[in-house]
T-cell receptor, first 114, second 110 residues
């Protein structure tokens, strides 16, 4: 079945540091890929998405590129802020699944310190 | 404001009692979902519904039940058969492949 693997957390960075959170996936066909963010005590918010190979999703300074050859969708940000502290989830929807069920990774907790 | 509401934010119940979690959306979305979140395990799908009066089991449906009598409402009942009900429960609705999440309900069974 489909699966998503994220780097283990927690990740602690100083403000203005470079962020990478690795995400790889296993799926048949050509899934759409997503990054969601969850701030403490809240639900999930869509951060960015990519629907086909070589697409780059971007939002709020975060970027991720759909790499079919390496089945990866790593999240990057050039300069993190304290307000980026949250849990980040990588997810996929398999094309043609019909019901658009998301398969999530386990999440990576990011803490940014001043 | 358009969105998804879940109530209450915190819920406490005694072991052996059934409890129903509310989820309402005013986004006019056809599809709705219930997820369970446990620390370090990501989100797991409990039930989903693509249209009114129809719903399907997800990966961890045992011990849960749902109904979908109205488009905007998708309540989840955690029954006494659920062995480990203490968790954070998230409801979502979707248009095509974009899912929108509610703020969640944290259920604690004492």
């Amino acid at each position: 079945g489909d699966s998503v693997t994220q780097m283990e957390g927690p990740v602690t960075l100083s403000e203005e540091a470079f962020l990478t959170i690795n995400c790889t996936y296993t799926a048949t066909g050509y899934p759409s890929l997503f990054w969601y963010v969850q701030y403490p005590g809240e639900g999930l918010q869509l951060l960015l998405k990519a629907t086909k190979a070589d697409d780059k999703g971007s939002n709020k300074g975060f970027e991720a590129t759909y790499r079919k050859e390496t089945t990866s969708f790593h999240l990057e940000k050039g300069s993190v802020q304290v307000s980026d502290s949250a849990v980040y989830f990588c997810a996929l929807i398999r094309a043609g699944a019909g019901s658009y069920q998301l398969t999530f990774g386990k999440g990576t907790k990011l803490s940014v310190i001043p | 404001d358009g969105g998804i509401t879940q109530s209450p934010k915190y819920l406490f119940r005694k072991e052996g009692q059934n409890v129903t979690l509310s989820c309402e959306q005013n986004l006019n979305h056809d599809a709705m979902y219930w997820y369970r979140q446990d620390p370090g395990q990501g989100l797991r799908l409990i039930y989903y519904s693509q249209i009114v009066n129809d719903f399907q089991k997800g990966d961890i449906a045992e011990g849960y039940s749902v109904s979908r009598e109205k488009k905007e409402s998708f309540p989840l009942t955690v029954t006494s058969a659920q062995k480990n009900p203490t968790a954070f429960y998230l409801c979502a609705s979707s248009i095509a492949e974009l899912q929108f999440f509610g703020p969640g309900t944290r259920l604690t069974v004492l």
